[in-house]
């Protein structure tokens, strides 16, 4: 991965807190041209340190009511990759994390409601071949979502 200087991390800081800031806000924050933001944002895209970019949409204005973690439990953790193809043919199957503690994976799922969630694990997840348990969490509520902070020296000479 390629380094990150103080205006990266400025760059950073910034869209992380507005992703629809504009380049020509960000590069008078930053006390440098347009253009150099612009090649600045494009480079650490292509280097994987911006991964994405887009809109939340709020799962609840689809009818998914209930967001739900679980614990899978596999025969063995070898079959970890041939179980994330299976689980991404499941649309309401939003992430997927190989984990170390009490289960191989952990999966993040939106279901309508307690019914539909039943039937994702009865008829789907369980019927994966390899997974052998699931735990399910239901959350009641998200209290924190952010991205992790961008933190950066600023340049003493700045006003």
Do not use: W
């Amino acid at each position: 991965m390629e380094k990150i200087d103080t205006l990266d991390k400025k760059i950073l800081s910034i869209l992380s807190k507005n992703a629809r800031i504009p380049f020509k806000d960000v590069a008078t924050e930053c006390n440098v041209s347009r253009a150099a933001i612009h090649q600045r944002v494009q480079r650490l895209i292509d280097s994987d340190v911006i991964t994405g970019s887009g809109f939340d949409v709020n799962p609840k204005s689809l009818g998914y009511s209930t967001c739900t973690y679980v614990g899978i439990t596999l025969e063995r953790g070898s079959m970890y990759k041939e179980v994330v193809k299976r689980l991404q043919l499941i649309p309401e199957v939003v992430e997927c994390h190989f984990t170390t503690g009490p289960y191989t994976m952990l999966v993040k799922l939106y279901a309508r409601d307690n019914e539909q969630l039943m039937q994702l694990l009865n008829g789907q997840l369980q019927e994966i071949p390899g997974v052998v348990a699931t735990e399910t969490l239901i959350s009641l509520e998200q209290s924190i979502k952010r991205e992790i902070p961008v933190h950066f020296e600023a340049d003493p000479d700045e006003d």
